[in-house]
């Protein structure tokens, strides 16, 4: 990739202001409430463009553009099933117990209404998966520089051996992550956050018009590409007629409600930022404002992808041209897509049907080198740049307050000054960040245990929603319930896996290591019902045991159980201001956008 | 809180806008044929730069009397959350 002076230039101006931004709030760092929870003090918009945002990582807006690449506009449907119903109750009936209740995690929270037991293992697992979260995100950052040969040529100017470009990218991107949380906490990951979805948005919405303009807009895209792309909602009667292999119950119930309200409403990542609004109001408002950009962002992310294969193929791919062996196979891709290459030969991959496999993932970097002259082209990355930084910065700082909150201060040093915690949330941003670094490498050289890291905590990610729905809504749950609901979510997750197959996959890590009972039509498919197995499984199971053992005492739960709390006070406030009345514009709106792209 | 988010988006896209606008403004059409013969460098940057301007705008305004009314309650009963012991 050819990239000029003006293109550092941006580059260079975005990473100053980034650094910048912490300096600047280090003065107003002081306490560990400032440090973990940005003081309760953020006004609503910001919180809800952080909540956002720390969602929009790079791999969301790499992936998404891929899988709208394979899978058409039907991946909207990541957004506006997978995401909005699940934003909006969390906004209207979740967060009235998570800002109310004090609780400064969600961990917390589960403390709070249940016992230490089911704290610990949210803790816990969670820790650990925002560890290998943000060393993922650093692994594709690597991986991206590398691919798009962002640093070739300084690297040779400085007489540099290129094969140092992956180490230094990720110290790199790991260096600046760090001194904007040692310096700022929670308050500076919110900001440039919120600063990552202004930048994602400047470069990637002149993409989206330009790419449309060239297609000869959505009608055009209509025109070429076939049906299948072009809807999101036709064919899903059955999995077999439409693109996701998925049928409309395995989508509603899977991804719709379980997997999405697994996510949205129980996440400390996600929840960590409308817990540092300033307040209840604001908390409540925090994920219905995100939910207005939320379920426009298809246009930004998904359209690209789209756009990608329906143009005429390129004589040759961008991303690959430069690389020294030139490939003669861009016409096995499809559109701007390339095909992958067998590493070594460079000959394109075939599936089993003989067809190329197409590296959906380079759809938006691909369009970009397509589209923007050098200038934009800095723009462009420095947003991806940007967006792969905050997603590190996002589990970074989701991480050190679990850490110090819910294990440091439980279980390992209790009653210890605000100063000593404030220091133990610096000291595990340090650690934190260094395991990443230790998770990036084990990504780049065991693909296939990271494959299995993420397997597990789709095991344990499953069930969560369960609990809270019964924790919050029903006042007989216990503890036991709790914790041995969540156990047996995860090991009911564990078995439908263990007993199912996608089409055409071997026994092993895509499923069916026990033996295959039932075979699905896709991976998505399978992935949607482990889920409504783990879901159902913690539902009834932590029913059961609650019923067996003993209540807690009524007192205890007010403010942690919706019959036993008063209900936020909100009549003074103007209509517009009001939870209620946003969340019935959001919802209304989605429901209008399906119609129109059915 | 002590800084102002919109001021330093304001700062940060108003750069932006400049460096876009002067550089679509002196480049040579050539460089354009990629993006469909459209000085995106030019027309984005100014887009950009209005985005950054509004921003400082709004930033700047803050300490008006309507914004200091809406947030005026809230500091005490936030501080107020700091003292939860953690069990």
Request: net charge positive; with cysteine.
């Amino acid at each position: 990739m050819q990239l000029t002076s003006i293109d550092w230039i941006i580059m260079t101006v975005y990473f100053v202001f980034v650094l910048g931004i912490g300096v600047v709030l280090k003065r107003h760092t002081r306490t560990s409430t400032d440090f973990f929870l940005a003081g309760r003090s953020i006004p609503a918009w910001v919180c809800g463009l952080a909540f956002l945002s720390a969602n929009l990582g790079a791999q969301e807006v790499i992936g998404m553009a891929a899988s709208g690449a394979k899978y058409g506009i039907a991946t909207s449907h990541f957004y506006w099933i997978g995401a909005i119903p699940a934003m909006v109750f969390v906004g209207i009936f979740m967060m009235p117990f998570y800002y109310g209740s004090r609780a400064r995690s969600v961990p917390e929270y589960l403390r709070l209404r249940f016992d230490e037991k089911t704290r610990a293992l949210n803790a816990i697992s969670f820790a650990t998966m925002t560890i290998f979260s943000s060393g993922i995100s650093m692994y594709a950052m690597a991986k991206l520089i590398q691919t798009l040969h962002i640093l070739d040529d300084p690297f040779r100017r400085l007489g540099l051996d290129p094969s140092w470009i992956f180490h230094v990218g990720v110290v790199a991107s790991a260096a600046v992550v760090l001194a904007y949380i040692l310096l700022g906490g929670l308050t500076s990951a919110i900001y440039n956050e919120v600063l990552q979805f202004f930048l994602i948005i400047a470069g990637l919405f002149p993409l989206v018009l330009l790419g449309l303009k060239n297609v000869g807009g959505w009608h055009g895209l209509t025109r070429t590409l076939s049906p299948g792309y072009v809807h999101s909602w036709a064919g899903m009667g059955s999995a077999h007629t439409n693109r996701l292999g998925v049928e409309w119950f395995g989508l509603a119930m899977g991804l719709g409600f379980v997997l999405s309200f697994g996510y949205w409403c129980t996440d400390f990542l996600v929840v960590q930022r409308a817990m540092a609004a300033d307040s209840m109001n604001s908390a409540r408002r925090t994920p219905l404002i995100a939910a207005v950009p939320k379920m426009l962002f298809p246009f930004i992310v998904i359209l690209p992808g789209l756009i990608a294969i329906a143009l005429p193929a390129p004589p040759q791919s961008n991303v690959l041209a430069s690389t020294q062996a030139m490939v003669p196979a861009a016409s096995a891709g499809m559109g701007l897509i390339p095909p992958k290459l067998e590493p070594g030969t460079n000959r394109p991959l075939l599936d089993k049907n003989g067809n190329p496999q197409l590296d959906y993932d380079l759809a938006i970097p691909q369009m970009l080198l397509h589209y923007f002259p050098t200038g934009m082209l800095g723009l462009g990355l420095t947003a991806l740049l940007a967006s792969f930084m905050s997603g590190m910065a996002g589990n970074v700082t989701a991480f050190n307050t679990v850490w110090t909150y819910d294990i440091y201060q439980s279980y390992l040093r209790r009653g210890a000054s605000d100063q000593h915690y404030l220091w133990m949330g610096r000291m595990s941003t340090v650690f934190g960040i260094g395991l990443s670094i230790l998770a990036a490498y084990m990504a780049s050289r065991f693909n296939n245990i990271m494959d299995m890291l993420q397997l597990v905590f789709a095991f344990v990610n499953a069930p969560l929603f369960a609990t809270f729905l019964l924790g919050m809504f029903w006042k007989r749950t216990t503890g036991h319930g709790a914790f041995l609901g969540l156990l047996s979510g995860t090991f009911a997750a564990a078995m439908h896996h263990a007993f199912t197959l996608p089409e055409g996959a071997i026994p092993g890590v895509k499923g069916g290591w026990l033996g295959n009972v039932h075979t699905y039509p896709s991976e998505m498919a399978q992935n949607f019902w482990t889920a409504i197995f783990a879901w159902t499984a913690c539902f009834i199971v932590t029913i059961v045991i609650s019923l067996a053992t003993r209540p807690r005492d009524q007192e205890e739960l007010k403010g942690l159980v919706y019959s036993l709390t008063p209900r936020p006070a909100q009549e003074n406030m103007k209509w517009y201001l009001k939870p209620g009345w946003l969340a019935v514009f959001v919802l209304v709106a989605t429901v209008v956008l399906n119609f129109i792209f059915w | 809180m002590g800084l102002d988010i919109r001021l330093p988006i304001g700062v940060l896209f108003t750069l932006f806008g400049i460096v876009l606008t002067v550089f679509g403004a002196l480049s040579n059409r050539a460089l354009y044929e990629r993006s469909l013969g459209i000085n995106i460098n030019l027309m984005w940057g100014i887009v950009l730069l209005l985005f950054g301007l509004v921003m400082l705008m709004l930033g700047r305004k803050r300490a008006l009397p309507k914004d200091a009314e809406e947030t005026a309650s809230l500091p005490p009963q936030a501080r107020e959350k700091q003292k939860v012991a953690s069990n």
